[in-house]
Nanobody, 122 residues
Framework: QVQLVESGGDLVQPGGSLRLSCAASGISLDRYSIGWFRQAPGKEREAVSCLRRFDGRARYLNSIKDRFTSARGNAKNTVYLQMNSLKPEDTAVYYC???????????????WGQGTQVTVSS
């Protein structure tokens, strides 16, 4: 049975940092491109980043570029999203996804995690 489990979400002050983890069981993450999506209350879900399997590079949503970094962890079967300089508008539930495709389109996701809540507030 395949399972993706996100963790690391928390309440943090503006300007703070968090590291989200996405741990997989039942599949090997190095065979997939890994996406991070987020959904804020009352808003549509949006793609945050895509860590591409075919070239190892990551693409990011413009509003989080230079603040967030997605990387495969040394721990087997784990991917991280390092989030720095957090802003209130980053508040959302964050999901990790797997994709056989080169890019991380929402429609191409093979698996989704259950999500982890990130709240940025003073």
């Amino acid at each position: 049975q395949v399972q993706l489990v996100e963790s690391g979400g928390d309440l943090v002050q503006p300007g703070g940092s968090l590291r989200l983890s996405c741990a997989a069981s039942g599949i090997s993450l190095d065979r997939y491109s890994i996406g991070w999506f987020r959904q804020a209350p009352g808003k549509e879900r949006e793609a945050v980043s895509c860590l591409r399997r075919f070239d190892g590079r990551a693409r990011y949503l413009n509003s989080i570029k230079d603040r967030f970094t997605s990387a495969r962890g040394n721990a087997k079967n784990t991917v991280y999203l390092q989030m720095n300089s957090l802003k209130p508008e980053d508040t959302a539930v964050y999901y990790c996804t797997t994709h056989k495709a080169k890019e991380c389109e929402e429609s191409s996701a093979s698996y989704w995690g259950q999500g982890t809540q990130v709240t940025v507030s003073s």
